[in-house]
């Protein structure tokens, strides 16, 4: 077990969505003592849990040949193939192996039988195994379930790691400037009480997921500011390819809705797409009309959008539906109504959101960055799978896949010796005379954050709108750090930090690429 007042443990796992709680399934098997932070009070609360699709698997006439080229089409040919390779390859193995063996996932089945592979955009073949439209949320607690019974295992939520602890840099030790640099573990603050801890580990593995909270629309839950990206960054880790951001063009719009997608199968069965005068405008912008590729559907809504300074499109499935839509969509219906819209009657708001991130903290095919000690799965890394564009219901799979893979190399190579004692380490500064938390100010910060990021960085960008961008959230990122600096302790406040990171890295890496591909869309 986890000494309480070293805080030691063999490896440290930041989030526990499926890339997280894979990897601490793998490494409690192999005996390796195991602390898991999350930052909700509820272990569960994640991305993965919100995942209603799927997750990718071969089908009956499939082969990982045909999965590969769906994933290298839709990812503009930029994929890293050797990547994508592991994937297809050992993906399948694992789902079976893990999944359905060890955690009795109830995947839906077409008969007793014969599992059910659903079709989704992009996938040449039926190959999704979902658990009705809730399979995040059925994967996430069969995970939380199954670490609760390993003794090795500590998993602790409402915990927020706030930096990564590495050497020299967090060092009171001048030897340690003659040695490489390594991460040994993190600064973890106690939601609770305030206070922050140093959790050392040889080996720590960053599974903090995605960032598509920085922008004012998204799918994702508001917890999702990539903190693992600027916690990365600031520990000297290789992060690439952060401009492919990948919107979802339809998600409800209300002001308590936060984000609730509306399946791009429901414009697959008829509905169509409007402004708020009623008018359908795809036919403008696409060959294919209503039914074309995400990307282009969501840039045609945006521009809707700027063009007639609304805040939301409208998307009519009430005036073209042959069928029963309480059948059909009873998920949606439901949503919806509980919100003040019935479907059957009436059109839906919708604006796009934020979906995925598919860069990240750059990783070899076992999960290792380019920080020794530090290991990084799921969607805070870049594989190299998704290249400029992911394709739908290959996130989960690939959480599953590396953060498996991390857990099985450590435990393979595992060396408990690192060179530096936790008594090198400094412990966290407390500022003389802490300042309060004004809840008002951080609120417009966030605000700030997010519309700059939706207006100028996201779904069409511009050389102006980017340089624009930069310029704001720079200034805004000078008051963060002095506010940081002087404020009490908090989650909020240590997510406004990561959170302005993460939007210059996104900003920053978007100005740099002036080839607009896959997410990436530059306009002259
Ligand atoms: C609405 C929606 C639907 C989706 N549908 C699908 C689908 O059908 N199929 C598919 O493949 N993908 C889908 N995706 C994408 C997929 O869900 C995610 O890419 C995937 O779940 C990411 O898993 P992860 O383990 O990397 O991160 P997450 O599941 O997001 O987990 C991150 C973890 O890190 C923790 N954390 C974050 N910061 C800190 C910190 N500072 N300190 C401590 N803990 C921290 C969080 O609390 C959480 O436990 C969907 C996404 C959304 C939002």
């Given at each position: 077990m986890v000494n309480e007042k070293s805080l030691k443990s063999d490896v440290l796992i930041i989030g526990c969505g499926i890339a997280g709680a894979s990897a601490a399934l793998e490494a409690a098997k192999s005996g390796l003592r195991v602390v898991v932070i999350t930052?909700?009070?509820?272990?569960?609360?994640?991305?993965t849990y919100y995942a209603q699709g799927g997750i990718v698997s071969l089908g009956k006439d499939d082969r990982p040949e045909f999965l590969k080229e769906d994933i290298i089409k839709t990812g503009d040919n930029i994929n890293n193939p050797e990547a994508v390779e592991l994937l297809v390859n050992e993906g399948k193995e694992l789902v079976e192996k893990i999944?359905?063996?060890?955690?009795?996932i109830p995947f839906t089945r077409s008969s007793p039988d014969s599992l059910d592979y659903a079709q989704e955009a992009?996938?040449?073949?039926?190959r999704i195994l979902h658990v009705k439209d809730t399979t995040g949320k059925t994967i996430e607690e069969k995970f939380i379930e199954a670490l609760k019974?390993?003794?090795?295992v500590t998993l602790l939520a409402d915990?927020?790691?706030?930096?990564l602890l590495t050497v020299p840099h967090?060092?009171?030790?001048?030897?340690?400037?003659?040695?490489e640099p390594q991460c040994i573990g993190a600064y973890v603050l106690?939601?609770?009480?305030k206070k922050v801890k140093t959790f050392s580990a040889p080996y720590t593995i960053l599974a903090t997921g995605g960032c598509g909270?920085?922008?004012?629309?998204?799918?994702?839950?508001?917890?999702?500011?990539g903190a693992g990206y600027a916690m990365a960054l600031r520990a000297g880790a290789r992060i690439v390819n952060m401009e492919y951001i990948q919107f979802h063009p339809t998600s409800l719009f209300h002001?308590?809705?936060?984000?609730?997608l509306i399946s791009e199968t429901v414009r697959g069965e008829g509905a169509r797409l409007k402004t708020k005068e009623g008018r359908t405008f795809m036919e403008n912008y696409s060959e294919?009309?209503?039914?074309?590729?995400r990307d282009e559907v969501t840039r045609a809504i945006y521009e809707e959008m700027v063009n007639s300074n609304s805040s939301y499109v409208l998307l009519d499935l009430a005036s073209y539906a042959k069928f029963d839509i309480k059948k059909r969509f009873p998920n949606i219906y439901q949503t919806c109504l509980q919100y003040g819209i019935d479907i059957t009657k009436e059109p839906i708001p919708v604006v796009p959101a934020a979906h995925?991130?598919?860069?990240?903290?750059l990783v070899d095919?076992?999960?290792?960055?380019?920080?020794?000690?530090l290991y990084s799965v799921g969607?805070?890394?870049?594989?190299?799978?998704?290249?400029?564009n992911r394709l739908a219901s290959t996130s989960l799979l690939e959480g599953l896949v590396w953060g498996t893979r991390a857990s099985r190399q450590i435990a393979s190579h595992?060396?408990?010796?690192?060179?530096?004692?936790?008594?090198?380490i400094h412990p966290w500064y407390y500022p003389e005379k802490e300042e309060g938390i004004d809840p008002a100010l951080i609120n417009q910060d966030w605000l700030t954050i997010r519309s700059t990021m939706w207006n100028y960085a996201g779904i069409i960008r511009t050389k102006k709108r980017l340089e624009r961008a930069k310029a704001d959230l720079e200034y805004l990122r000078h008051r963060i750090e002095k506010f940081y600096k002087e404020a009490t302790m908090d989650p909020k406040v240590a997510g406004l930090k990561h959170g302005i990171q993460v939007a210059l890295m996104i900003t920053h890496a978007a100005i740099s690429n002036p080839e607009s591909r896959g997410a990436h869309f530059i306009k002259e």
């Open positions: 930052k909700n009070p509820k272990p569960e609360e994640s991305n999944l359905i063996k060890e955690l009795d992009g996938h040449s073949r039926r019974k390993f003794s090795n915990h927020s790691a706030v930096d967090h060092s009171k030790n001048p030897i340690a400037y003659y040695r106690d939601n609770k009480t909270a920085v922008f004012l629309y998204t799918s994702n839950p508001r917890d999702a500011i002001r308590d809705a936060d984000g609730f294919k009309g209503d039914l074309a590729p995925y991130c598919c860069g990240g903290v095919s076992w999960g290792k960055s380019s920080v020794r000690g969607e805070v890394s870049c594989t190299g799978v998704h290249g400029a595992f060396d408990p010796s690192t060179p530096y004692k936790p008594s090198d």
